[in-house]
């Protein structure tokens, strides 16, 4: 099919897509819907967005493209708010856009929602798998049986699942019978900084929750006390006191500086001094951060490789726990040419597979394929 209009119902994506300084956290989704809004926009696309009200006009137009507000994000009467301010708000935003095709993430009862306005509509529907968790039953990081159900009602209708990697894909066809495309990440391209500019030997960048063990860093910040750590992110809603005390905890160690939130277009500049990535989630999908860092030519260290990518392009070393993570960062920070090196292959890989316009365009063919 010929595409000549997207709509990404990018509920958090608003602050991200604005450059805002104020929002304390960015999700990777919302990331990836404002790269592939400027990339679709850069191709001649007429792109829409649906965002949470913030304050902001109810419709406007950000850098080519289109915003419209649905309610803000605690809107509502506790029980009844399902229904409305948010179905209703969100279910006219999209008959507003009007576009050809939808996009849409991460997991949730909005995935139900695009999908059963998309079959009413004929439009066309486009979700992405987020997490390896969206693809295994009752392990969703979804609240209720209700949203749960819908969000597996809008899967199994949807025109495209787009899955991060091949395990995604294995595990969508093995728990759910359905097939998927794997597409990879959209990232900015950026160049390297040269060694002697580098002032950060371990950069941390996530939002501070559990799944990412932010603890971790300071465990391993420990071991390596002549090794200087920088950790980046904010606390998410609800998350506040698990924020408050890791943050503290941080401050505490004389090798560890804690940024807090940064807005993503300045994130850039940490990437540039750092001398490795580290990662230490128990759940992902594919990071954004991992991107950013080999982008920059910065090697990746992480107890997460999505399809064995980290170790089998040499992009970095992936471990198999905590522990092992002390003495990798030792030895690695001890080896200049190894860093150049593997920083150099990193760089040339990711513009080789997951600049922004690239990325956009597979989305394209795959439609056009349908």
């Given at each position: 099919?010929?595409?000549?209009?997207?709509?990404?119902?990018?509920?958090?994506?608003?602050?991200?897509?604005?450059?805002?300084?104020?929002?304390?956290?960015?999700?990777?989704?919302?990331?990836?819907h404002v790269l592939l809004a400027h990339a679709w926009r850069d191709m001649g696309i007429d792109v829409s967005m649906i965002v949470h009200d913030q304050?902001?006009?109810?419709?406007?137009?950000?850098?080519?493209?289109?915003?419209?507000?649905?309610?803000?994000?605690?809107?509502?009467?506790?029980?009844?708010?399902?229904?409305?301010?948010?179905?209703?708000?969100?279910?006219?935003?999209?008959?507003?856009?009007?576009?050809?095709?939808?996009?849409?993430?991460?997991?949730?009862?909005?995935?139900?929602?695009?999908?059963?306005?998309?079959?009413?509509?004929?439009?066309?529907?486009?979700?992405?798998?987020?997490?390896?968790?969206?693809?295994?039953?009752?392990?969703?990081?979804?609240?209720?049986?209700?949203?749960?159900?819908?969000?597996?009602?809008?899967?199994?209708?949807?025109?495209?699942?787009?899955?991060?990697?091949?395990?995604?894909?294995?595990?969508?066809?093995?728990?759910?019978?359905?097939?998927?495309?794997?597409?990879?990440?959209?990232?900015?391209?950026?160049?390297?900084?040269?060694?002697?500019?580098?002032?950060?030997?371990?950069?941390?960048?996530?939002?501070?929750?559990?799944?990412?063990?932010?603890?971790?860093?300071?465990?391993?910040?420990?071991?390596?006390?002549?090794?200087?750590?920088?950790?980046?992110?904010?606390?998410?809603?609800?998350?506040?006191?698990?924020?408050?005390?890791?943050?503290?905890?941080?401050?505490?160690?004389?090798?560890?500086?804690?940024?807090?939130?940064?807005?993503?277009?300045?994130?850039?500049?940490?990437?540039?001094?750092?001398?490795?990535?580290?990662?230490?989630?128990?759940?992902?999908?594919?990071?954004?951060?991992?991107?950013?860092?080999?982008?920059?030519?910065v090697p990746v260290v992480s107890t997460f490789d999505p399809d064995g990518l980290v170790n089998r392009e040499s992009l970095g070393v992936a471990a198999?726990?905590?522990?092992?993570?002390?003495?990798?960062?030792?030895?690695?920070?001890?080896?200049?040419?190894?860093?150049?090196?593997?920083?150099?292959?990193?760089?040339?890989?990711?513009?080789?597979?997951?600049?922004?316009?690239?990325?956009?365009?597979?989305?394209?063919?795959?439609?056009?394929?349908?």
């Open positions: 099919m010929t595409v000549n209009s997207i709509c990404i119902v990018a509920l958090d994506a608003y602050p991200l897509l604005t450059a805002s300084t104020e929002a304390y956290y960015v999700g990777g989704e919302s990331v990836q304050g902001q006009p109810a419709v406007q137009t950000v850098s080519g493209i289109r915003t419209y507000s649905m309610c803000a994000r605690d809107s509502g009467i506790r029980v009844v708010r399902f229904f409305h301010p948010r179905m209703t708000s969100l279910v006219r935003a999209l008959k507003t856009c009007d576009a050809d095709v939808y996009y849409q993430s991460p997991a949730g009862v909005d995935t139900g929602i695009v999908s059963w306005f998309c079959q009413r509509r004929g439009k066309r529907f486009v979700f992405r798998i987020a997490s390896d968790v969206n693809c295994i039953p009752g392990k969703q990081l979804i609240t209720y049986w209700r949203d749960r159900k819908l969000f597996e009602y809008g899967l199994r209708h949807a025109d495209l699942i787009a899955s991060q990697t091949h395990y995604q894909q294995s595990l969508l066809r093995e728990n759910y019978q359905l097939e998927s495309e794997v597409v990879n990440m959209a990232a900015d391209i950026a160049t390297p900084c040269e060694p002697g500019e580098k002032d950060i030997d371990v950069l941390w960048v996530s939002n501070f929750r559990e799944v990412k063990r932010p603890e971790a860093v300071l465990e391993i910040a420990r071991a390596l006390p002549n090794v200087r750590f920088s950790m980046v992110g904010g606390m998410l809603p609800g998350g506040e006191a698990y924020y408050k005390k890791v943050a503290a905890e941080a401050r505490l160690l004389p090798n560890i500086t804690v940024h807090g939130a940064v807005p993503y277009h300045e994130v850039g500049k940490l990437y540039d001094r750092a001398r490795l990535f580290l990662n230490t989630s128990t759940v992902e999908g594919f990071p954004n951060s991992f991107l950013q860092a080999w982008m920059r030519g198999s726990s905590i522990a092992e993570l002390s003495p990798i960062i030792r030895n690695l920070l001890g080896n200049a040419t190894y860093l150049l090196e593997t920083g150099e292959r990193a760089h040339q890989f990711a513009i080789r597979e997951f600049s922004a316009t690239g990325v956009a365009k597979r989305y394209l063919d795959l439609l056009d394929a349908q």
